[in-house]
């Protein structure tokens, strides 16, 4: 797998604010070192880059002090472009996927078709990036945003939203409903005061991060 580069500068003070408030944390954070922090960088599921960083030091430093907020997991050492993996999140009955796309994008998703609830499969070889395809009644999902393309589900997949590693290590920290950005998942269950949300620095709209793909 490629080396992980840097998220790209950006001028947005909201963003600004959360990296600063980053250095801080992930100085102290057992999982990483001072001058690994400006090589992580958080993907998250159908492509959305949560603010990158302030996303993986909001988590990863303070899991579980959030009341339902869920738990941090550890799903893979890595996963190389291509591939796809079968695992439980949030819960131990909770089927997800995660899948890498040949531009390194990193996705995940629950693995339960919202038609009826079929288990949901990576085809790789579909299209030029791959999809998520249900084989139960011919439903399609979007591999980068989670959206019904084809077929009778009623609506896109649920994301799991995942951060990658500065050692490539793929972790879940959390969920977003169908609809729902990784953004407004990421503060609905882990608080609206954390870097990158609405609530962050007394209320003030910290603007929000941008969303768009984002290579790792
Ligand atoms: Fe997935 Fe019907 S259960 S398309």
């Known amino acids: 797998m490629s080396v992980t580069d840097p998220q790209p500068p ?9 990296k600063e408030a ?5 100085a ?3 999982l ?6 400006l090589r992580i960088v958080a993907t998250v599921s159908g492509g959305l880059a949560v603010g990158g960083v302030a996303v993986a030091s909001g988590i990863l430093h303070r899991h579980g002090d959030a009341e339902g907020a869920p738990e941090v997991r550890k799903v893979a050492d890595r996963i190389e472009p291509g591939e796809s993996l079968a695992f439980r999140y ?15 994008t990193l996705a995940g998703y629950s693995a339960v078709c919202t038609h009826l609830a079929c288990a949901v499969l990576w085809r790789r070889e579909r299209g030029s990036e791959g999809e998520l395809y249900c084989p139960c009644h011919e439903g399609v999902f979007d591999a980068r945003t989670g959206e019904v393309t084809a077929g009778p589900p009623p609506r896109g997949l649920p994301k799991v939203l995942l951060v990658e590693q500065v050692d490539g290590s793929v ?6 409903r169908s ?7 990421f503060c609905r269950q882990n608080g609206e005061d954390r870097p990158g949300c609405p609530g962050f620095g007394g209320g003030a709209p910290a603007g929000k991060p941008p969303e768009r793909s984002e290579r790792t």
């Open 179 to 185: 609809g729902e950005s990784a953004v407004e998942g």
């Open 90 to 104: 949030p819960g131990d009955e909770d089927r997800a996927i995660a899948v890498r796309m040949e531009d390194g």
């Open 22 to 26: 980053l250095h801080d944390r992930i």
């Open 32 to 37: 990483t070192t001072r001058r690994d922090y």
């Open 28 to 30: 102290a954070d057992s």
């Open 10 to 18: 950006t001028s947005d003070p909201g963003a600004d604010a959360a």
């Open 171 to 176: 972790w879940a920290v959390g969920t977003a």
